[in-house]
Nanobody
Framework: QVPMVESGGGLVQAGGSLRLSCAAS????????MGWFRQAPGKEREFVAS????????YYADSVKGRFTISRDNAKNTVYLQMNSLEPEDTAVYYC?????????????????WGKGTLVTVSS
């Protein structure tokens, strides 16, 4: 088990920005592919973004491309999600996720460990 704690969620107006952080403890995740997923009420959990251990290879859902940026600091065992131009449709619980080194972490089936989630609410 890899404890991961998300932070940075909250309430923001449409067009605003938030930065989510996910800190892993107890075990390094520097070699893991890390990702963010989200789940809105009544909907399935969906992929948002992921980043490989090289810190440069990234993947994004079409719905967030150009607005969200994923990054990581391996020395701090932390992954970030910068969210700009937020829309009410981005309202969801956002989950940090860790997958194997060789995975792109774009499917929930790829994920080995999950954080507990942080709520993002975007008001119109």
């Amino acid at each position: 088990q890899v404890p991961m704690v998300e932070s940075g969620g909250g309430l923001v107006q449409a067009g605003g920005s938030l930065r989510l952080s996910c800190a892993a403890s107890g075990r390094t995740v520097s070699s893991a592919t890390m990702g963010w997923f989200r789940q809105a009420p009544g909907k399935e959990r969906e992929f948002v973004a992921s980043i490989r251990s090289d810190r440069y290879t990234t993947y994004y859902a079409d719905s967030v491309k150009g607005r969200f940026t994923i990054s990581r600091d391996n020395a701090k065992n932390t992954v970030y999600l910068q969210m700009n131009s937020l829309e009410p449709e981005d309202t969801a619980v956002y989950y940090c996720a860790a997958a194997d080194w060789g995975s792109s972490a774009r499917s929930p089936e790829d994920i080995n460990f999950w954080g507990k989630g942080t709520l993002v609410t975007v008001s119109s």
